[in-house]
């Protein structure tokens, strides 16, 4: 089932004839559920809550002159896949060094159970922020109407991927997928992992001019030069690396071996 409950709380205030006032918050949440009987195959949670908020001041200067100032953030903190600590764990039923509570996923690719498996995936969250901050001014000269400004966008993703790990059976031991689990024969292995959140952020910076110029009484010309600065990927600890393609050199952010200008912005 989905359930989804959203809402909004706009206001608007004229507080003198030359200042304008407006503000937004919007909130939904959505809950997406997988829910399985069958205890070993899991459940899941999908939790997918949304936050926006927006102040807009606009204030009039004289007829000519008018100043627009605008704050925003928009909020997404996702939460995906089974909870933490389930019902079963790979430490209950007996599976020796496994590293996280979760069941590992196990999957079958010959005989009856071909295309079967039960357990996994593991949860993740995605956390991501956008804040934004903008100011336009619009100068009103004679035939022109001209919009001039900066926007500056903050990108902030904070990421915690938990894997549960896997185990594979082919058949390759006994002939038969489902009785190489019987014998504790897997094919292929993938340790679970935690994980931890890493965080990445960037930013953009733009500045921008607009002229729409009234020509004619017929023609307008709508003129416009904007500018945009995407700053890279950083890791708010430098945890990320990379590699040289010919060399094979490893990279890692904030190393001083590394050839880049920024060296934070490997990913």
Same mark, same amino acid.
């Given at each position: 089932?989905?359930?989804?409950?959203?809402?909004?709380?706009?206001?608007?205030?004229?507080?003198?004839?030359?200042?304008?006032?407006?503000?937004?918050?919007?909130?939904?949440?959505?809950?997406?559920?997988?829910?399985?009987?069958?205890?070993?195959?899991?459940?899941?949670?999908?939790?997918?809550?949304?936050?926006?908020?927006?102040?807009?001041?606009?204030?009039?200067?004289?007829?000519?002159?008018?100043?627009?100032?605008?704050?925003?953030?928009?909020?997404?903190?996702?939460?995906?896949?089974?909870?933490?600590?389930?019902?079963?764990?790979?430490?209950?039923?007996?599976?020796?060094?496994?590293?996280?509570?979760?069941?590992?996923?196990?999957? =079958?690719?010959? !005989?009856?159970? +071909? $295309?079967?498996?039960? *357990?996994?995936? /593991? &949860?993740?969250?995605?956390?991501?922020?956008?804040?934004?901050?903008?100011?336009?001014?619009?100068?009103?000269?004679?035939?022109?109407?001209?919009?001039?400004?900066?926007?500056?966008?903050?990108?902030?993703?904070?990421?915690?991927?938990?894997?549960?790990?896997?185990?594979?059976?082919?058949?390759?031991?006994?002939?038969?997928?489902?009785?190489? =689990?019987?014998? !504790?024969?897997? +094919? $292929?292995?993938?340790? *679970?992992?935690? /994980? &931890?959140?890493?965080?990445?952020?960037?930013?953009?910076?733009?500045?921008?001019?607009?002229?729409?110029?009234?020509?004619?009484?017929?023609?307008?010309?709508?003129?416009?030069?904007?500018?945009?600065?995407?700053?890279?990927?950083?890791?708010?600890?430098?945890?990320?690396?990379?590699?040289?393609?010919?060399?094979?050199?490893?990279?890692?952010?904030?190393?001083?071996?590394?050839?880049?200008?920024?060296?934070?912005?490997?990913?």
């Amino acid at each position: 089932y989905t359930n989804q409950d959203q809402g909004d709380i706009k206001v608007d205030w004229n507080a003198s004839t030359k200042d304008h006032v407006y503000g937004r918050y919007s909130q939904a949440n959505i809950f997406n559920p997988n829910l399985n009987s069958v205890a070993v195959l899991n459940s899941t949670q999908n939790l997918f809550p949304a936050n926006n908020g927006v102040v807009d001041y606009t204030r009039s200067f004289n007829p000519t002159f008018v100043n627009d100032f605008r704050v925003g953030v928009n909020y997404l903190p996702l939460l995906i896949g089974v909870p933490y600590g389930t019902i079963i764990s790979p430490q209950g039923i007996g599976i020796p060094g496994a590293p996280t509570p979760y069941l590992p996923g196990f999957s =079958f690719s010959t !005989g009856n159970l +071909t $295309g079967g498996g039960f *357990g996994g995936p /593991g &949860g993740s969250v995605f956390a991501d922020t956008v804040g934004q901050v903008g100011d336009t001014a619009i100068i009103s000269r004679g035939r022109h109407t001209m919009h001039v400004g900066v926007q500056i966008f903050r990108s902030r993703m904070n990421t915690n991927i938990q894997q549960s790990g896997s185990f594979r059976f082919s058949g390759q031991y006994t002939g038969a997928a489902e009785a190489d =689990f019987m014998a !504790g024969l897997p +094919t $292929g292995i993938i340790g *679970g992992n935690l /994980g &931890g959140t890493w965080g990445q952020r960037s930013t953009l910076a733009a500045g921008f001019f607009q002229d729409d110029w009234k020509v004619t009484p017929t023609l307008t010309l709508n003129l416009g030069l904007r500018y945009e600065l995407n700053t890279p990927w950083v890791e708010v600890k430098d945890r990320q690396a990379n590699f040289g393609l010919i060399s094979g050199t490893e990279y890692i952010a904030g190393a001083p071996n590394c050839p880049y200008s920024n060296c934070r912005a490997l990913y």
